[in-house]
Nanobody, 121 residues
Framework: QVQLVESGGGLVQSGGSLRLSCVAS????????MGWYRQVPGKQRDLVAT???????NYADSVKGRFTISRDNDKKTVFLQMNSLKPEDTAVYYC???????????????WGQGTQVTVSS
């Protein structure tokens, strides 16, 4: 079974930085894309950034120039470096990965438990 374990969330002042990490583990045959999403109460879960296995990135307009997504394929880890944080970045951040297990013929979406990021003004 696959697990995604997140770390790095917390409380930071406006203008500060945080670095989120997400490690995938289990009987993994291959990992395709990985990404970060965020959600606040009363709103849908929105894409923040994604990265393919080849390193191609995609960002939401609201975070371009401030956030950077990266991955370490050997360690099965995806990162989100968040700089110049704003109060509107406050949300629960979720890690996502598209993974095929050794025991499966299919690629499935897996999600982390979510980590709270709070930016104070």
């Amino acid at each position: 079974q696959v697990q995604l374990v997140e770390s790095g969330g917390g409380l930071v002042q406006s203008g500060g930085s945080l670095r989120l990490s997400c490690v995938a583990s289990g009987t993994i045959f291959a990992i395709w894309s990985m990404g970060w999403y965020r959600q606040v109460p009363g709103k849908q879960r929105d894409l923040v950034a994604t990265i393919t296995s080849g390193g191609t990135t995609n960002y939401a307009d609201s975070v371009k120039g401030r956030f950077t997504i990266s991955r370490d394929n050997d360690k099965k880890t995806v990162f989100l470096q968040m700089n110049s944080l704003k109060p509107e970045d406050t949300a629960v951040y979720y890690c996502e990965a598209d993974i095929r297990e050794y025991t499966s013929d299919y690629v499935e979406e897996y999600w982390g438990q979510g980590t709270q990021v709070t930016v104070s003004s």
